[in-house]
């Protein structure tokens, strides 16, 4: 009705007007609508999107670390050559640092939006069987 209104035609109604919603939209479910299998199944959708969230990141900070340590690396190399050796293994030392530090962070600790959204549901899905009395 409202795109009748929109185009500027006026419309009258003389009687009940009764509108059918025809569109076929349902609303998604809730995690408790679920039954039992649905949940499992959902779960364990989950749990492979979170891997692949993870493979994801990891494949990252691999990228990451590996281009600090050619860099780092190759300057080390270069002052050794040269014949620095003290800042030679200052570098190499602090690369090691850095790679081990920036992994541990990235990979482990901090954890994306998507990687919090998936565990948050895991959890929920948990929660919602372990009431239930499923295992």
């Given at each position: 009705?409202?795109?009748?209104?929109?185009?500027?035609?006026?419309?009258?109604?003389?009687?009940?007007?009764?509108?059918?919603?025809?569109?076929?939209?349902?609303?998604?479910?809730?995690?408790?609508?679920?039954?039992?299998?649905?949940?499992?199944?959902?779960?364990?959708?989950?749990?492979?999107?979170?891997?692949?969230?993870?493979?994801?990141?990891?494949?990252?900070?691999?990228?990451?670390?590996?281009?600090?340590?050619?860099v780092l690396g190759g300057l080390g190399v270069w002052y050794y050559v040269q014949g620095n050796v003290m800042l030679s293994s200052l570098l190499i030392g602090l690369d090691s640092v850095f790679v081990g530090l920036f992994a541990l962070q990235y990979v482990v600790i901090d954890k994306n939006d998507v990687q919090q959204a998936h565990i948050d549901k895991l959890r929920e899905i948990e929660l919602i069987l372990r009431e239930r009395g499923v295992e």
């Amino acid at each position: 009705m409202h795109d009748f209104l929109k185009a500027g035609n006026n419309l009258y109604v003389h009687g009940g007007v009764h509108i059918t919603d025809q569109s076929n939209s349902t609303q998604p479910k809730t995690l408790v609508q679920y039954t039992n299998e649905e949940l499992y199944k959902e779960w364990q959708d989950r749990k492979q999107r979170l891997s692949r969230e993870k493979k994801h990141k990891i494949k990252r900070c691999t990228a990451i670390c590996a281009c600090v340590t050619v860099v780092l690396g190759g300057l080390g190399v270069w002052y050794y050559v040269q014949g620095n050796v003290m800042l030679s293994s200052l570098l190499i030392g602090l690369d090691s640092v850095f790679v081990g530090l920036f992994a541990l962070q990235y990979v482990v600790i901090d954890k994306n939006d998507v990687q919090q959204a998936h565990i948050d549901k895991l959890r929920e899905i948990e929660l919602i069987l372990r009431e239930r009395g499923v295992e």
